[in-house]
């Protein structure tokens, strides 16, 4: 979080955490210039040859960047609307990887597939409750 903050302070609207290998959730940061920052502490795996459970759920961030002009013509950026899709990385003895939407595997695929959808939810609005699932509709 420190590091995180760090780069909100420096001006950064969205932060992208990588690296502990397992979801972390997100949250809204301020900084000491008063932008609102997205930040997520981590997106977990998108593809990695690791046989955990929940070191093969990981996700996809989707946000709208909207840019304002102010009475002065300064541009202002804004991170709107964030969005989450938990994926699973699905394999077969180390080969033939698949990138599946958790929401979208079967039970026979994933026992208790349901389960750790809801569990996943639960995990990621820890700080944002507002957070919204599932691929978004263009």
Do not use: C
Request: hydrophobic share 40%; proline share 6%.
């Amino acid at each position: 979080k420190k590091w995180a903050q760090f780069a909100v302070d420096a001006g950064a609207h969205l932060v992208l955490g990588h690296h502990p290998h397992v979801l972390q959730p997100l949250e809204y940061l301020e900084s000491k210039q008063g932008h609102r920052a997205l930040v997520i502490y981590s997106l977990g795996n998108f593809i990695a040859a690791q046989d955990q459970l929940h070191r093969r759920v990981g996700g996809i961030l989707q946000v709208e960047a909207v840019i304002d002009e102010d009475l002065y013509k300064q541009s202002m950026l804004r991170i709107e609307n964030p969005r989450f899709v938990p994926t699973y990385v699905a394999f077969e003895n180390w080969r033939n990887y698949e990138i599946i939407p958790l929401e979208h595997i079967s039970e026979e695929r994933l026992p208790n597939a349901a389960q750790i959808v809801e569990e996943t939810k639960e995990h990621m609005t820890q700080l944002l409750p507002e957070l919204e699932f599932g691929e978004r509709p263009w």
